[in-house]
């Protein structure tokens, strides 16, 4: 299983940035796919999640309005459009696999992308 995570960087406040995870090594279409992040000091934290279809989505409080993730189950990725960024949302944005076979769960990781919004 892989996953890696491209697009993060410096934006300023008010900016954009798309974050975009390739996967492979699952069935993709088998997975509900999920961004986290983790800001220095502080524990990881779910921003966004995606089923397995694409139909139904879920954001953390904090994100409601300003971010969107997508997910392309022909091209195997997900992406995070974050828009309107604030200082606080900067940390190390990780995208996350829940795949499930059977009644089995399995949880994978790519290795994280750094968002920094400063002016």
């Known amino acids: 299983v892989q996953l890696v995570e491209s697009g993060g960087g410096l934006v300023q406040p008010g900016g954009s940035l798309r974050l975009s995870c390739a996967a492979s090594?699952?069935?993709?279409?088998?997975?509900?796919m999920s961004w986290y992040r983790q800001a220095p000091g502080k524990e990881r934290e779910l921003v966004a999640r995606?089923?397995?279809?694409?139909?139904?989505?879920n954001y953390a409080d904090s994100v409601k309005g300003r971010f969107t993730i997508f997910r392309d189950n022909a091209k195997n990725t997900v992406d995070l459009q974050m828009n309107s960024l604030k200082p606080e949302d900067t940390a190390v944005y990780y995208c996350?696999?829940?795949?499930?076979?059977?009644?089995?769960?399995?949880?994978?990781w790519g290795q994280g992308t750094q968002v920094t919004v400063s002016s």
């Open positions: 996350c696999a829940d795949v499930t076979i059977l009644v089995v769960t399995n949880r994978y």
């Open positions: 090594g699952f069935t993709f279409s088998r997975a509900a």
């Open positions: 995606i089923n397995r279809d694409g139909g139904s989505t």
